[in-house]
């Protein structure tokens, strides 16, 4: 996965200094992608991957500091067995590839979601991705594998009933901040900005937490279509926004 660094001046396009600080992008419509195409669906799954890398490339371009990406939903284990496989095997192939490039650019990368049903060597392989990384600064690159918003929710809230239980903590002590500390994305900012390709108005169970004060920015193209100039729209409109979290705009 060379990631393909842009000589695009961006800073005439959007205000490099009013960026948000994580983007959350449901990576949709690579299936239909390749229908299209009369291509089966995992070289949609594979073209994706194309555009997943232009999506971090410009977010090291323009210095945003968090990305994630939904690559396999908990849903997705009801999908053809060759799809699963095809999926896991991409995302090995990305863990041993470009696990070098990660680093030498300074990506610490995340792999976001219940690890149950994943084979051993693809923990191992997280593992080692994860554990390499953990000090590189520039972008923190989020993967959402086997991962769904409301599965996230009920684990964070079993960790803090097991803590009442054992008597670590009083319901007194349960805040947003101790909630949010305890599910998936612990020490990661919210995402400002949530990017869907495909068409699709609708969070489909991704991260429903953390999403609640999230800009919506919908594209009718399909994933593997997506440019890093529809980064930079997405960019524009939302910095069009007036993010007053539910206070008065001045």
Same mark, same amino acid.
């Given at each position: 996965m060379t990631l393909d660094l842009q000589s695009t001046n961006w800073a005439a396009q959007i205000n490099l200094k009013?960026?948000? +600080?994580?983007? /959350?992008i449901i990576m949709d419509g690579n299936g239909r992608w390749a229908r299209k195409r009369g291509m089966p669906r995992l070289f949609g799954h594979q073209r994706g991957v194309e555009a997943l890398k232009k999506a971090i490339g410009f977010a090291l371009d323009v210095g945003?500091?968090?990305l994630s990406a939904w690559a396999f939903s908990t849903a997705n284990w009801r999908r053809p067995e060759t799809e699963i496989s095809g999926l896991i095997t991409i995302l090995r192939r990305t863990l041993s590839k470009d696990? /070098?490039?990660f680093h030498d650019r300074d990506i610490q990368l995340k792999v976001i979601g219940s690890k149950v049903g994943l084979p051993d060597d693809l923990i191992t392989m997280i593992n080692r991705a994860e554990d390499l990384t953990k000090d590189n600064k520039k972008l923190t690159l989020l993967i959402n594998f086997n991962y769904d918003g409301r599965t996230d929710i009920l684990e964070a809230t079993k960790k803090i009933a097991q803590k009442i239980k054992s008597g670590d903590?009083?319901?007194?002590?349960?805040t947003e901040d101790l909630f949010s500390s305890h599910t998936m994305t612990t020490g990661i900012p919210?995402?400002?900005?949530?990017?869907r390709t495909s068409g699709v108005v609708r969070l489909s169970n991704?991260?429903?937490? +953390?999403c609640t004060f999230t800009e919506f920015v919908f594209l009718e193209k399909n994933w593997p279509d997506f440019t890093e100039q529809d980064f930079c729209t997405a960019l524009q409109d939302f910095q069009k926004c007036g993010r007053n979290f539910g206070q008065i705009s001045a």
């Open positions: 009013n960026l948000p +600080q994580h983007v /959350a945003i500091p968090y696990l /070098a490039e903590i009083s319901l007194e002590d349960i919210d995402p400002d900005l949530l990017i991704y991260m429903m937490w +953390q």
